[in-house]
Structure formats: C-alpha cells, structure tokens
C-alpha cells in the first residue's frame, strides 16, 4: 500500500479520490486499449490488492463483496494513508486493517455493518502476520541500480498461493512502473518480462489492473512482455489484455495451438501458413512467426551450444547431465559444460574452452 500516500500528497496526480465513485475505477479498469490516460487509478488499485487480501483470491468471497463492502474498503485505504502522511511513514497493511477495524467499532453504524467490517479486518490480519506478513506488511526496499533484475515467485507460483502472487505481482509492476515514470526522459527502453504468463492472469482482477498500468507504458518507453507455452491457461477474462498486444512471437508449435490464438488475434489464411511452416530440429534450431502491423517474419533461432546444455530440462537429458557428473566426477555445471561441447563438436565447431578462477584467484582479486 505504500503508493496508498499519493492520495494525500499528490491528489492532482490520481484518477479519483472519491471512495464512493465506483463506476469512474470500473470504467478506467476496463478502458479501451486505445484510450490514452496520463493519470492512475491508485484507489482503484489499492482496492484491488485489499480484496486480494480480503477474499484470499477465491471466487466465492469475491462473489460475497458488495458495493457497500468495496466503498467501506476505499475510505479506509484512504484513513490510513491520512494517517500514515501525518506520521510520515509508508502505509502497511495493518494500518488498512486498523481502519477497518476502527470503522467496525463506530457504534453508529448498523450492527450488520460493523460485523462485516470487522470480518474483512479479520481476513486481512492473515497478511500481517507469520510467512505473509513478513513479505506484506513492512516497508519496501529500493530496488538496487541494475541493468538486469531477476525476481523468482517460487512458493507463491504454486497452487493455492493465488492471492498472495496477485499481490507480490501487484507490487513488482508498480515498481516497474515508478523506475518508467522517473526513467522516461532517458531514451532507454525497459522491458519487464513474466515467464509463465498465464500462471499471473488465473485472478480476474489482475488482468485489467495490469491492461490499465501497461497501457501508460507505452509513453514511458516501457515493453509488458509474456512468455507461455499453453493458451489454454489464459482465462476469458484476460481477452481485452491480449487483445492489445502488438508483437506476437510465436515459436514452432501443432495446428491446435495456432487456432488457440486466434481466439485473441484474428488470423488470415497466409498467417496461418506461416506459422506453420515453422520448423524445430532438437539440439539445433527453433523456427518461428513474428507477427505485428509493421511486419509478418519467418525466423530461425539457433542458440549457442553453452545456452542450450543449461536450459535443457527433458528427463532423458537431465540423464545425461548426472552420468557425466557420475563418470567425470563434476558438478551439474561441469556436465552442462561437457554437453556443450560435444554439441559443438557435432556442429563442427571447435568447443570454447571455459575455466573458472580458483577460490585462491578470488581472494588475491578481493
């Protein structure tokens, strides 16, 4: 919630401040594509990540949250941002909860009311406490000056940690965004890329969140791209986000997977040959389709031996891995080496010799 404070300090930056105005957050979540909008929604977000919190991600909570519910939700987001820009400090997620807690106590609302508030408190207490309120409910660190920055979900990739993805995915994109916002004046693009995509989309709130923040992007210099192997994954509710999308890279794939796309991306007869006519040698080449307004590309990729012996994954090559490290008595690493060069060797190129500095070279260089 630590955007939560431009509500108060900023308020001539944000779509709405209005707790109430519902349809105004609705309407920008579901914008057409083509839409420009300078301004977020940050209530409309914030909204969304104390659902996420609230419902734990499952349809039939979500199913249970009225307009009352949603409108109480948003007037304690901003208490506590009020709060919070009075004591100077980051809005966390138990100072949410306190506000809905303190609202469930005011003796003048409805009884029915009050248990309700105090009953969404309660779920988001969840996320102050133990494993998740270690990961939600602190203040953040500045991402480090990289040029490359690699996050891995892990735990929350798996089933069951569908609220707790929502939000840690919430929570990276923003920053994302605030690095384009303060970036945008230096030409350099920024791309942010999400393996598995589809594994991020499962939660209907999250596709509009992310269709509504991305499309800024496209003033910032900053490129959403998503990777996946299965269409099938992606949910109906993510049509409008990929519908949107401007470059297609399709590898090799069967007929059935082609059809797949077409429900998101109209394809003409010619598209259709194209892709496939997409060819895939293992251990040598990936053919594929790049597919845009400017442009409709045959490409062929052909990764480097070294690329290719440590993203192998199939059971019959973790095999070989392991007999390597068995007979050469070497590390997974070492074995991934071997493999590269006997892919070298079979593509008659002479095998690079790679050799890593001794502990010893470390220390005299430290």
């Not at 977020?40 to 977000?45: A, I, N, T």
């Not at 949603?70 to 007037?75: E, M, P, T």
């Not at 609202?103 to 309700?116: C, F, L, Q, V, Y």
Request: hydrophobic share 40%; proline share 5%.
């Amino acid at each position: 919630f630590a955007d939560a404070i431009r509500l108060v300090n900023t308020p001539s930056q944000v779509k709405t401040l209005d707790a109430d105005d519902l349809e105004s957050s609705d309407e920008d979540m579901n914008a057409k594509p083509d839409e420009d909008d300078d301004e977020r929604d940050v209530l409309g977000e914030m909204e969304i990540v104390a659902r996420l919190m609230i419902t734990g991600g499952e349809e039939k909570e979500e199913a249970r949250l009225t307009r009352a519910d949603r409108s109480v939700i948003r007037q304690c987001i901003l208490a506590a941002a009020r709060i919070c820009s009075d004591a100077d400090r980051t809005v966390l997620t138990e100072d949410v909860r306190n506000a809905l807690r303190a609202a469930g106590e005011d003796t003048s609302i409805p009884e029915g009311r009050r248990n309700r508030m105090l009953e969404m408190a309660e779920a988001m207490d969840m996320f102050c406490m133990g494993a998740d309120g270690e990961m939600f409910n602190r203040t953040g660190t500045p991402w480090p000056e990289a040029d490359l920055t690699i996050v891995d979900l892990a735990t929350y990739a798996r089933e069951g940690y569908n609220a707790q993805l929502s939000i840690a995915y919430i929570s990276l994109i923003n920053t994302v965004n605030n690095i384009a916002e303060r970036d945008q004046y230096k030409g350099r693009p920024l791309v942010n890329v999400t393996d598995e995509g589809h594994i991020i989309t499962k939660n209907p709130l999250l596709a509009p969140y992310i269709m509504k923040i991305t499309k800024m992007w496209r003033k910032l210099g900053a490129w959403f791209w998503l990777a996946t192997q299965n269409m099938d994954d992606f949910p109906p509710s993510t049509a409008p986000m990929l519908n949107m999308i401007e470059w297609w890279i399709c590898l090799n794939m069967p007929p059935d997977e082609v059809e797949k796309i077409s429900r998101f991306r109209e394809l003409t007869p010619a598209q259709k040959g194209l892709m496939l006519s997409a060819r895939k040698e293992s251990g040598k080449y990936t053919e594929g389709v790049v597919l845009s307004k400017s442009m409709e590309v045959l490409f062929r990729a052909v990764p480097p031996s070294l690329y290719l012996a440590l993203a192998m994954t199939e059971p019959e090559e973790k095999k070989q891995r392991y007999d390597l490290m068995q007979s050469m008595g070497v590390d997974e690493l070492g074995a991934a080496l071997e493999v590269a060069a006997d892919l070298d060797r079979k593509r008659g190129i002479e095998p690079l010799n790679i050799t890593f500095p001794t502990p010893r070279a470390l220390e005299n260089l430290a």
